[in-house]
């Protein structure tokens, strides 16, 4: 069964620097997501991104968040200055076009910052 | 987005069925029921979507009541593996353009005893 796959598992990175979270969405999905769980937590929206362009993105996703398909399989979530406060996991989901209210999400990268 | 209520935590014994409840008394006439679910360690997974009727799928049941302001997850038969987080979320699919957020709560933590 397709599935969404996210890289890497465990990223650890020190405060203020960049990171990467990478997402191979089901490779006829048109819609993409990205979600975070702080631990403990509800899992939060940051943003969604179709035809190239963001949809929405919620308050958590600031001047510091920013989001590309770089090519025609992945998908990324970029944090440029990382803060203790980012440490969480992050979801990436897919969904097809004419179904959007299901999304079938990745298991995660679970972001620590030091 | 509609609001919904579920109890916090559950347990059930293997083998047994479980009739996980949420309640939506301000549910739109356009808002569909979803029910995703979050396995211990892994991203949200959906579980199954309705609008007025109940629904069936290989994963679970979802019952409807007639007024719409409460349903009713359905799993038949519990298995150690159904241990998660449940969450009710209301969508509205007459929503046509742009991708669609899941707006997640606190779900239920459903413990299923061997």
């Known amino acids: 069964e397709p599935e969404v796959t996210q890289t890497p598992s465990h990223q650890v990175t020190q405060m203020g620097q960049e990171v990467i979270l990478r997402c191979v969405p089901i490779s006829n999905h048109l819609y993409f997501y990205w979600y975070r769980q702080i631990l403990g937590q509800k899992v939060e929206f940051l943003v969604s991104f179709y035809n190239n362009e963001i949809s929405e993105k919620s308050e958590i996703f600031d001047d510091q968040f920013s989001v590309e398909r770089p090519d025609g399989s992945n998908f990324t979530l970029k944090i440029r200055s990382t803060k203790l406060e980012d440490s969480a996991m992050y979801f990436c989901?897919?969904?097809?076009?004419?179904?959007?209210?299901?999304?079938?999400f990745g298991a995660g990268t679970r972001l620590s910052v030091l | 987005d509609a609001k919904t209520t579920q109890p916090n935590s559950m347990e059930s014994n293997e083998e047994e069925p479980v009739h996980l409840p949420c309640n939506h008394s301000?549910?739109?006439?356009?808002?569909?029921i979803h029910w995703y679910r979050q396995l211990p360690s892994q991203g949200p997974e959906y579980v199954i979507h309705?609008?007025?009727s109940n629904v069936n799928n290989r994963m679970a049941s979802l019952a409807i009541a007639e007024d719409r302001k409460s349903s009713t997850l359905i799993l038949h038969r519990a298995t150690l593996r159904d241990a998660a987080v449940y969450y009710c979320?209301?969508?509205?699919?007459?929503?046509?353009?742009?991708?669609?957020?899941?707006?997640f709560g606190q779900g239920t933590r459903l413990t299923i005893n061997p």
């Open positions: 309705g609008l007025t």
């Open positions: 979320i209301l969508r509205d699919l007459s929503l046509i353009q742009g991708a669609q957020k899941l707006v």
């Open positions: 301000t549910i739109s006439g356009t808002d569909y």
């Open positions: 989901a897919s969904s097809l076009l004419e179904a959007k209210n299901i999304q079938y």
